[in-house]
């Protein structure tokens, strides 16, 4: 063989170890992109399939924090109302303990005073109860 091809086909030995290093280099970059690829493929596909099930935009969601200050708020309010209704029960039950007797007491003093007067039994007829505010 001719002295310039041999000189062409042989490789220097201070050229090996470049030619090793970009070999690897390039088989490892290779597999890199080649799992890079995967990946972004895998993805695409989780996502797609993840809409499926559950379509629904993501930045409308609440957090549970939201959550818990409503139901802390509902709370808050539900308790207010029961106290409002507590103290309504407390006054109904206020006229039948004071009020109503004392009415009852004067109604009955009234009567017999006017039957006195009239020498007839009498009675008193109740058009309407208004209720004043009290001290």
Known sequence: M???TLKLGAVQPEKKPYLSFSTAFC???GRLRFEFH????LA?????EYKQIDPG???SRVTEKELFDKAMKELKNTKADAG???SWMDGRYHWGRCCLPN???VLIQVESETGGKLRT?????IEQFIFLPGP
């Open 2 to 4: 001719p002295e310039s």
């Open 27 to 29: 088989l490892v970059a």
């Open 38 to 41: 995967i990946q972004t493929a």
């Open 44 to 48: 695409d596909i989780y996502r797609d």
């Open 57 to 59: 935009d993501w930045s």
């Open 84 to 86: 409002q209704y507590a």
């Open 103 to 105: 009415c009852n007491r």
């Open 121 to 125: 039994p009498t009675g008193v007829w």
